[in-house]
């Protein structure tokens, strides 16, 4: 077996290693369930990629993840479900058919005349879902309420941000950043009551209405709040690793190290930042 440009090798090779007799026996035994982790795995360390825009990995990490994507067809193929040719021919119809405006004849020639046909074409193709399921006697899944098309099984950041574009689609919203703030405030406030009071379930209720109130301003910024976090947390390793170097060099530790110490290297880590920005 040697490697290729071509999907189909790569579709072999997957059907190499789950064969029953000849295959891999770690990968024999695996199942939907037990893949779906390193499924999102691998999509977080795409994004880690472009984050740090190195090229490389991301080009590595792609490959990842589309091995995920021929692992569960391959899954679903073993048991007549779909093969991966499925898949991908569900996807190009689905972009053909979402896209009038660049494969057939529409009108939509702004972004938010294309915004608005998108949905209209996806409502149409959750009437077509259902009457599908419906003639092949599968579960309807309703998802009942105005909200019932927002994934509980966002990371809860998402699914906060996604809750809050689709209230906003009735008018359910904020008209400006401004009173977000205030409402930013007025949960500060209620979560410093919660921790005064010391009750551990009001604390972690205010912490959430805290946080969500914190991803409604990003929404109304134009800044995602995954990404923006993932930011600070790359930022954050970046400067308590110049402490972590800074210590090592001056040959103390961080065990040792007093609180003052570290918040004068991370000062200094910032100040560093400031000069090359």
């Known amino acids: ?132 399921r419906m003639r092949r006697g599968l579960p309807l899944e309703e998802k009942s309420g105005h909200l019932g098309s927002v994934q509980r099984s966002f990371p809860a950041l998402v699914e906060a941000l996604k809750l809050q574009e689709r209230a906003a689609k009735v008018g359910f919203d904020w008209s400006e950043p401004a009173p977000i703030l205030d409402k930013v405030e007025e949960e500060i406030g209620e979560l410093r009551q919660a921790l005064k009071d010391g009750d551990r379930r009001k604390i972690a209720d205010e912490l959430g209405d805290l946080i969500f109130a914190l991803v409604n301003i990003g929404r109304h910024i134009g800044t995602d709040p995954e990404m923006a976090l993932r930011g600070t947390n790359t930022k954050f390793r970046r400067r308590f690793s110049h402490i972590e170097q800074e210590l090592h060099a001056c040959g103390e530790t961080l065990d040792a190290a007093s609180l003052e110490r570290m918040e004068e290297l991370w000062q200094a880590a910032k100040a560093i930042e400031r000069q090359l920005t």
């Open 1 to 132: 077996m040697e490697p290729s440009r071509d999907i189909q090798r790569l579709i072999d090779i997957m059907a190499a290693l789950r064969d029953p007799k000849t295959g891999c026996p770690w990968d024999i035994v695996q199942t939907f369930e037990t893949i779906k982790p390193y499924t999102i795995e691998e999509a977080y360390e795409v994004a880690d990629a472009i984050e740090r825009r190195d090229m490389d990995d991301l080009c590595d990490e792609l490959g990842d993840l589309l091995l995920q994507v021929v692992y569960h067809a391959q899954m679903a193929e073993e048991v007549g479900d779909f093969s991966f040719g499925d898949v991908v021919e569900a996807v190009t119809r689905k972009m053909i058919r979402r896209h009038p405006h660049v494969f057939a004849r529409s009108d939509a020639d702004t972004p938010k005349a294309v915004k608005l046909q998108w949905d209209e074409i996806k409502q149409a193709e959750k009437a077509d879902r259902r009457a599908r």
